[in-house]
C-alpha cells in the first residue's frame, strides 16, 4: 500500500516510532474512536511447521496448527503497531496501550482495534503481552500473548533491535 493512500484513505501513516530501536511505527492522521478499526493485519496462512522454520517475526497463532504470516510490507498496516513496554512508558516514550488485536477464526484473518480514543497523529501501541520476550536463538527473540484458549501472537525481530 502506498504512502498516500494509505494516509488519505485509512487515516494511518508508517514513520519512525517514538520508541527507541524498534523500527518503524503505525501513527493516526485523523482521531480514531474508541473500538474504531484501526487498521488489517493481513498476510499468508501457513503451517505451524512451516512456519517454525521460517519465522518472520509477524505471525499471529490462529490455532494450534495454522499462523497468519505478516512478513510481507504488503500484509497490512496493523503490522507495524509497537507496544508500549512499561519501561518505555516510565521513560517516556509512550502513553500506554491504545489498541488491541482481533482475530476473526473463521475467516482467518486479524485487526487492530481502538481500545480508546486515539488522536490524530499519535503513535498506535497494541500489547504483546507480560510474557513477550523468549530468547529462541542469539539471532531471534520471540513473543507470545495469550488472547483465548489456543491463540497466541507472536511477534519476533532481531535481537539487537529491541532493547529490554
Not at 514513520?15 to 474512536?33: A, D, E, F, M, V
Not at 519465522?55 to 512478513?71: E, R, T
Not at 536463538?137 to 495469550?146: L, N, Q
Request: hydrophobic content about 30%.
Amino acid at each position: 500500500m502506498c504512502f498516500q493512500h494509505s494516509k488519505s484513505t485509512h487515516g494511518l501513516q508508517v514513520k519512525t516510532s517514538h520508541i527507541p530501536n524498534t523500527g518503524q511505527g503505525l501513527y493516526t492522521t485523523k482521531t480514531i474512536k474508541k473500538g474504531q478499526k484501526v487498521a488489517s493485519y493481513g498476510g499468508n496462512v501457513v503451517s505451524q511447521n512451516a512456519y517454525n522454520q521460517k519465522p518472520s517475526g509477524y505471525g499471529i497463532h490462529l490455532n494450534k496448527n495454522q499462523v497468519l504470516d505478516g512478513k510481507s510490507t504488503q500484509s497490512g498496516l496493523g503490522r507495524y503497531a509497537n507496544t508500549c513496554k512499561p519501561a518505555n512508558k516510565r521513560l517516556g516514550q509512550c502513553k500506554g496501550q491504545n489498541a488491541k488485536l482481533t482475530v476473526n477464526h473463521r475467516n482467518q484473518t486479524a485487526s487492530i482495534k481502538a481500545t480508546k480514543k486515539i488522536k490524530a497523529g499519535e503513535e498506535v501501541y497494541v500489547p504483546y503481552g507480560n510474557n513477550f520476550w523468549w530468547t529462541w536463538t542469539w539471532t531471534w527473540t520471540w513473543t507470545w500473548f495469550h488472547i483465548g484458549e489456543d491463540d497466541f501472537i507472536s511477534k519476533s525481530a532481531v535481537a539487537s533491535k529491541f532493547v529490554l
